[in-house]
Nanobody
């Protein structure tokens, strides 16, 4: 059974940093495109970042470019989202998802989410 688990969320002051992790059971993350999404209360879910499955090309939402970095680590098999210079607008539940196709493809599995709150 495939399961994605996010961790690393929390409460941080504006300007602070967090590193989110996406770990998997039942599959090897390196074989899939992995995306990070977020959803704030009353807002639609939006794609934040993605790393492609074959050549690790990365994509970012314009509002997080230069502040967030997505990366893979094979040991452990984890995808990270390093978030720096956090702003109150970054407050949301963050989810990772995997696609067997690409960052533009259908998302097959989702994690349960981790809450990020940016507040003073």
């Amino acid at each position: 059974q495939v399961q994605l688990v996010e961790s690393g969320g929390g409460l941080v002051q504006p300007g602070g940093s967090l590193r989110l992790s996406c770990a998997a059971s039942g599959l090897i993350l390196d074989y899939y495109a992995i995306g990070w999404f977020r959803q704030a209360p009353g807002k639609e879910r939006e794609g934040v970042s993605c790393i492609s499955k074959s050549d690790s090309i990365t994509y970012y939402l314009d509002s997080v470019k230069g502040r967030f970095t997505i990366s893979r680590d094979n040991a452990p098999d984890t995808v990270y989202l390093q978030m720096n210079s956090l702003k109150p607008d970054d407050t949301a539940a963050y989810y990772c998802a995997m696609s067997d196709i690409s960052c533009q493809g259908q998302w097959d599995y989702w994690g349960q989410g981790t809450q990020v709150t940016v507040s003073s």
